[in-house]
């Protein structure tokens, strides 16, 4: 691997129960993803999978120990700072999509750009690429409760990737796909570390998903264990 | 701009809790507002000159009610230093088989003697807004106050029997929101033979040749000269004159706010009323609409956004959403209150007045609160991790 570009160092979270009893979700995580890798993390419900990207993305604070993204400790900056890194630097794919009911699939994907300070033309260009790329230009203009669930995974993908961020992090994002549509995501996905180089973190369930993956890791009872050795794709 | 920005999508519930707290707050304003109106014009009117009437009571009606005023005394009024003006007048009940008799929605038959200018300082002249004022060769002609035309779908030209005798409609007054709303203005000589007709006593007096014509005044208004302390000028008509009632302005004024106190209060809790109802109805709708998106604050985070950036995009929809029901809340009661007035003013009445400022007091209480309460939910919001928010609004 070469110089790592994501650096978890001993990530902590613990979350506040029934009755205030606290629940710890994952203790001392440590990780290092490389430029142009693809890891995949696996683990039963309610291991803590999603908190672990939550963290990683700078969604949620962590409780202790430290995140770095080259050369930055992102996890002690401040709000602003941590939004620019989020905008600029990390791509998010969830499994329920989130895209904004009220704005078309152009406009959902353009979105991405007008936080990081770009011009609108120029990204609007660009989604527009994004969006031919992944077959779902015709639906520019069609808001998300017009659109499948695969069409919309696809919308969100172009979103997750339009500012060409050097990390991009996918939250089973096949989750609500059928085969032939989480096929040409997790392709994408496999496409975005070889063609930019970008380091790709997916949380899954899939076995086939595991398969593309370059290293995949298991999450069991808040601790990371290397899981069984792949071969890349 | 798209319409599609003008108004965001999403936000048509918001906008019609916004519009429905904005009508009530407005319906009942425009209430207030016309009690107010009514009340300032008759403290304005009382202000403005020294009503005179004859010693003693019942002879006529209205601000002039007293006794008869003879001629001579309105020479001798005239006389007093500090005196501009005086003008007999003879006021009568339109209808004596009612009781309206000193009630807000009473008619009243006005004599002038139109060869005297109005001494009234607030109201040198009645303004006309159809036709012409009264002139001093006019009989059997009438200017009628707004009110009183509407009541009767009367337009100048029109005829009305007043007293029992045809009069030819001449103008229709502006609407003045108080007292002259209600009046049918006449020459004087024809209000006292108006008066002849109906009071058998009267004619008996006058008969015997005790009075003359001129004689026949129910009262009389009396200008000031500039610099006269009117309430000092008042006391001195009372004590230069003898046999008269003089209405002191000051004294009047107070007496007129004192015994509509009750109205005062009344409005002062219509206002607060609406401004609690349509203040409350509106910061909940947009608190509300805010909270509903926590969900787009935390995607919106995720991608970047700032607190800043969110504050400033809520703002903005905060002000058009704001905007666009407090428009939809004006028109909606401006609507509501012109099909009740239209129906209500058959009977001489009007409930509500949407006057310019209350209309620019809505728009502007609508936006301010819409704002406040949005960047008051987009402050709570950010306040969440964007996973939380995410979670929140899932």
């Not at chain 2, 005798?165 to 209600?182: E, H, M, N, W, Y």
């Not at chain 2, 007709?197 to 014509?213: E, H, I, M, S, Y």
């Not at chain 2, 935390?298 to 970047?304: F, Q, S, V």
């Amino acid at each position: 691997m070469t110089r790592p570009l994501l650096r978890a160092v001993g990530l902590t979270k613990t979350f506040v129960g029934p009755g205030g009893a606290p629940v710890p979700v994952l203790r001392d995580i440590h990780l290092e993803v490389g430029s142009a890798e693809f890891v995949a993390v696996t683990g039963s419900s309610g291991s803590g999978k999603t908190t672990l990207l939550n963290l990683l993305g700078l969604l949620e604070p962590v409780d202790a120990g430290e995140i770095w993204l080259g050369e930055e400790r992102v996890s002690h900056l401040g709000r602003r700072a941590q939004a620019r890194v989020r905008g600029a630097s990390i791509g998010y794919v969830f499994q329920s999509f989130l895209l904004l009911s009220g704005l078309t699939a152009l406009d959902n994907v353009v979105l991405a750009a007008r936080y990081v300070g770009r011009d609108r033309a120029a990204a609007q260009k660009e989604a527009l690429n994004l969006l031919e790329r992944m077959g779902v230009a015709h639906r520019r203009d069609h808001y998300p409760a017009q659109l499948s669930g695969g069409e919309q995974q696809r919308v969100a993908y172009c979103r997750a990737v339009l500012n060409r961020p050097p990390l991009v992090l996918a939250d089973e994002p096949t989750g609500n796909l059928d085969d032939e549509h989480a096929r040409v995501i997790l392709a994408e996905l496999r496409a975005s570390t070889e063609e930019r180089g970008a380091a790709v973190v997916l949380v899954t369930h899939r076995p086939e998903t595991q398969v593309l993956a370059d290293r995949v890791l298991r999450l069991h009872a808040g601790r990371l264990d290397p899981g069984p050795a792949v071969s890349p794709a | 701009m798209r319409l599609r920005e003008l108004l965001p999508r999403g936000y048509s519930f918001t906008v019609v809790g916004i519009a429905v707290g904005v009508a009530g707050l407005v319906s009942l304003g425009a209430m207030a507002e016309r009690i107010t109106r009514f009340i300032e014009g008759g403290d304005r009117f009382v202000l403005g000159q020294i009503s005179v009437a004859g010693e003693g009571m019942g002879m006529g009606t209205g601000f002039t009610a007293g006794g008869l005023l003879s001629a001579a005394k309105i020479g001798d009024i005239a006389a007093v230093p500090g005196v501009s003006g005086v003008q007999a007048q003879v006021m009568l009940p339109l209808s004596t088989s009612t009781s309206h008799f000193l009630t807000l929605t009473q008619e009243l038959i006005m004599g002038m003697d139109v060869s005297v200018p109005i001494p009234n300082r607030h109201y040198r002249e009645l303004p006309v807004a159809e036709g012409r004022p009264l002139r001093q060769e006019d009989r059997h002609a009438t200017v009628l106050g707004a009110d009183f035309a509407a009541s009767r779908h009367l337009t100048a030209g029109s005829s009305v029997v007043l007293g029992g005798q045809d009069f030819s409609v001449v103008g229709i007054l502006d609407k003045t929101f108080t007292a002259p709303d209600r009046f049918a203005l006449v020459a004087i000589e024809d209000a006292r033979d108006l008066w002849l007709r109906r009071d058998p006593l009267l004619v008996q007096v006058f008969g015997a040749g005790t009075l003359r014509r001129g004689d026949l005044n129910t009262g009389a208004a009396v200008g000031w000269r500039d610099g006269e302390d009117p309430d000092a000028l008042a006391r001195r008509i009372q004590a230069t004159v003898s046999g008269l009632n003089v209405t002191i302005p000051g004294e009047l004024s107070r007496l007129l706010r004192q015994s509509t106190a009750f109205f005062s209060a009344l409005l002062l809790g219509i206002g607060a009323l609406g401004l609690l109802i349509g203040g409350l109805s509106l910061a909940n709708t947009v608190t509300a609409a805010v909270f509903e998106r926590i969900r787009d604050f935390g995607i919106k985070r995720a991608l970047g956004a700032t607190d800043l950036d969110l504050l400033g995009e809520v703002l903005g929809e905060g002000l058009r959403v704001s905007l666009w029901g407090g428009a939809a809340g004006v028109l909606l009661a401006w609507s509501i209150g012109t099909a009740v007035d239209a129906r209500v003013l058959r009977d001489g009445a009007q409930i509500f007045l949407f006057s310019r400022r209350l209309l620019v007091f809505a728009l502007v209480f609508s936006l301010a609160l819409g704002t406040l309460a949005a960047a008051y939910a987009t402050l709570r919001i950010a306040r969440l991790s964007p996973a939380e928010a995410i979670r929140r609004g899932s």
